[in-house]
C-alpha cells in the first residue's frame, strides 16, 4: 500500500517553544491531509483537514492559532504546535488518502513538552 | 461523533478465528464500512473496506448483513501479532472533506497463546 511517512517520530520540547511536525506521502500525491491527536488510552482525534494550497478547516474546539497547519504540496503538510505547553503533550497521527479512497497513516510522532 | 459502536475489548485464542463485531445502524447509502487497526503507539494501519458485498484480502475478510447495518471483520488464523485496537469506520469514500475518518473506541483484541 501506500506509505506516509511522519517526521519526527519523537520530541520532547521545552513549555513556550513551538514544534513541527511533518507528514509526506512518499509514493502519492495528497490533495488533503488529516491531522489527529491521541492521549494515553483514548481513541483518536480528528484535529484539521489539510488542503493543498488553502487554508486548513479546524474541528470544532480546536484553535487553529495554536496548531499551524501549512500543506503547500501534494506531498507535504505540517503542524506546528506553538507555545507548547504540558498539556500538548500527546501523540499526534497525520493520514493521507490513496487513489481507491483508503486512508494511509502516518507512524505518529510523541511530543513531551516539559 | 462516530456512527459505529464495537465491543470494548475480545480475547481469542491463537490460531483460531477472530470475528469481531460492529454495528453501524445509521449508516447511509454512499457510505462505506473502513476497518483500520492499531497496534500499541503506531500509525493506524488500514485492514479492509466494502459497501455492501462481502469483501477478502490477504489480511482480513468483512461480512456485512444485507441490510448494511452491521459487519464482522473476520481474522481466519489470529497470530500473537494480531493483538491491537480494531476500528470500525463509516464514511464515504473518496479524498475530500466528506471523506474524513471519524475513530470510535474501538475493540480491543487480546490474541492469547
Known amino acids: 500500500g501506500a506509505v506516509v511517512s511522519q517526521h519526527p517520530s519523537w520530541v520532547i520540547c521545552k513549555s513556550g517553544t513551538s514544534v513541527k511536525i511533518e507528514c509526506r506521502s512518499l509514493?502519492?500525491?495528497?490533495?488533503?491531509m488529516f491531522w489527529y491527536r491521541q492521549f494515553p488510552k483514548q481513541s483518536l482525534m480528528l484535529m484539521a483537514t489539510?488542503?493543498?494550497?488553502?487554508?486548513?478547516?479546524?474541528e470544532q474546539g480546536v484553535e487553529k492559532d495554536k496548531f499551524l497547519i501549512n500543506h503547500a504540496s501534494l506531498t507535504l503538510s505540517t503542524l506546528t504546535v506553538t507555545s507548547a505547553h504540558p498539556e500538548d503533550s500527546s501523540f499526534y497521527i497525520c493520514?493521507?488518502?490513496?487513489?481507491?479512497?483508503?486512508?494511509?497513516f502516518g507512524q505518529g510522532t510523541r511530543l513531551t513538552v516539559v | 461523533d462516530a456512527k459505529t459502536t464495537q465491543p470494548p475489548s475480545m480475547d481469542c485464542a491463537e490460531g483460531r478465528a477472530a470475528n469481531l463485531p460492529c454495528n453501524h445502524s445509521?449508516?447511509?447509502?454512499?457510505?462505506?464500512v473502513y476497518w483500520y487497526r492499531q497496534i500499541h503507539s503506531q500509525g493506524p494501519q488500514y485492514i479492509i473496506h466494502?459497501?455492501?458485498n462481502n469483501e477478502t484480502n490477504e489480511m482480513a475478510s468483512l461480512i456485512i448483513t444485507e441490510d448494511r447495518k452491521s459487519s464482522t471483520l473476520i481474522l481466519p488464523h489470529a497470530t500473537l501479532r494480531d493483538t491491537a485496537v480494531y476500528y470500525c469506520?463509516?464514511?464515504?469514500?473518496?479524498?475530500?472533506?466528506?471523506?474524513?475518518?471519524?475513530f470510535g473506541q474501538g475493540t480491543e483484541l487480546s490474541v492469547k497463546p
Open positions: 469506520i463509516v464514511r464515504v469514500a473518496g479524498g475530500n472533506q466528506g471523506g474524513k475518518l471519524i
Open positions: 509514493d502519492f500525491q495528497a490533495t488533503t
Open positions: 489539510s488542503n493543498e494550497g488553502s487554508k486548513a478547516t479546524y
Open positions: 466494502g459497501l455492501k
Open positions: 493520514s493521507a488518502h490513496g487513489g481507491t479512497g483508503e486512508a494511509f
Open positions: 445509521t449508516i447511509s447509502g454512499n457510505e462505506y
